[in-house]
């Protein structure tokens, strides 16, 4: 007898609850993962959204241009790092331009006071069905509030003290934690760049394999929802701003970068935040002018150029840039945005609705596949859906 027949090899083959539970396991040591890397969500995130906007550029490298790989990545690293370096030198500059705008505001509103406590005190008595009322009470207490200011006290002056003190460390550990933040985002984005195959192989391992055709044509319609939408959205905030800094220095309105700024954060917001950017613009030609411009129109003007690039974003800049990245209703658009916005700032904004679209996507699988309905048709899976 052979040697393999004396010592049979042994049954090592898992039975079936053991690998139910092999998958768990592989799937709840990512999920621990991810629960302990919270505090870097955020880079990671941004990371993730440089690396899809550049993998196009990489592609270009090395494909058009017949670049290896290694230089293709080394060139796409050095262009990630000028727009890392290009948005750490503007943001100081960007900074102080909307401190200047917040002070500019809080001045008008203050100015808008005074205009309120001068018509409060030249209208003292209202007449209601012919009944005269007396509003001196009420009227000097809103005058001596907004034009009589109380003295502060010694008390007082030392906290605003300690404030300005405590403002400025601030300032400097924001400016500091800026600067690593940038660092761990150049970090993260070139690990993804070099290499995410690992991504792919561990989301296999966890995939049976008789779901593999299935999930795939999931996956890229996940990834197409993702890229299409995120390269759009922020190709339309940069075109936004961009139009709104050149409007603004061509009508010589001051705070030019804030104004682009404002005009491009609040274009994640549907109909409500293009609306909020004239306002500001609008207040700032009320109460501030023109460097050039000395008309008394400047603000019928400053609404005419916001609708005129209101008019660019939806028929020129989103079908252009972005297209239809997502299919969906504008209701839901607009509560997606409000609730990420509400939840998780300006990058839960940006990221809502895809985030609503990606699960429209997995709730319509797995609708089929408790109805028991192929989820991708042949036509879809021959070639994947892009228009979502």
Not at 4 to 22: F, Y
Not at 97 to 125: C, K, P, Y
Not at 199 to 222: F, H, M, Q, T, W
Not at 349 to 356: F, H, R, S, T
Request: net charge negative; hydrophobic share 55%.
């Amino acid at each position: 007898m052979t040697e393999q027949s004396e010592h049979p090899q042994p049954n090592t083959t898992w039975s079936r609850p053991a690998r139910v539970l092999g998958r768990i396991v592989l799937v709840l040591v990512p999920v621990i993962a991810l629960v302990l890397l919270e505090p870097y969500w955020a880079q990671l995130i941004i990371a993730g959204i440089l690396v899809f906007l550049l993998q196009p550029l990489l592609l270009f490298f090395q494909r058009r241009l017949g670049m290896r790989r290694g230089w293709a990545l080394a060139l796409t690293v050095l262009v990630l790092m000028a727009i890392l370096a290009t948005v750490v030198m503007l943001v100081p500059a960007v900074i102080s331009s909307v401190d200047n705008l917040s002070q500019q505001l809080t001045g008008a509103a203050a100015e808008v006071a005074l205009e309120l406590a001068d018509f409060l005190d030249n209208n003292r008595e209202v007449s209601i069905q012919g009944v005269v009322v007396d509003l001196s009470p009420l009227v000097d207490a809103v005058i001596d509030y907004v034009t009589k200011p109380p003295d502060p006290s010694l008390v007082e002056v030392l906290i605003s003290l300690f404030g300005d003190i405590t403002e400025t460390l601030r300032l400097v550990l924001n400016l500091v934690s800026l600067l690593l933040g940038a660092l761990l985002v150049l970090v993260f984005a070139i690990y993804m760049l070099i290499d995410l195959s690992w991504l792919r192989e561990g989301i296999l391992y966890v995939i049976p394999a008789g779901y593999l055709d299935e999930l795939a044509s999931l996956g890229k319609n996940l990834v197409t929802i993702w890229i299409a939408y995120i390269r759009g959205q922020l190709g339309v905030m940069l075109a936004v701003g961009v139009t709104t800094v050149i409007v603004a220095l061509v009508l010589g309105l001051p705070y030019a970068l804030a104004l682009g700024l404002i005009a491009a954060l609040l274009e994640i917001i549907p109909h409500i935040g293009p609306v909020l950017a004239a306002v500001a613009a609008v207040v700032v030609a009320l109460f501030e002018g023109s460097y050039w411009i000395d008309v008394p129109s400047l603000a019928l003007m400053v609404i005419v150029a916001y609708i005129l690039i209101q008019q660019l974003e939806e028929h020129v800049f989103t079908p252009t840039i972005q297209g239809k990245a997502v299919h969906l209703p504008p209701l839901v658009i607009m509560l997606s945005v409000l609730v990420g916005l509400h939840e998780f700032g300006l990058l839960g904004a940006i990221l809502a609705v895809p985030v609503v679209a990606s699960t429209r996507e997995v709730l319509v699988y797995v609708y089929a596949k408790v109805n028991q309905q192929d989820p991708f048709p042949e036509k879809q899976r021959a070639q994947p859906q892009t228009d979502h």
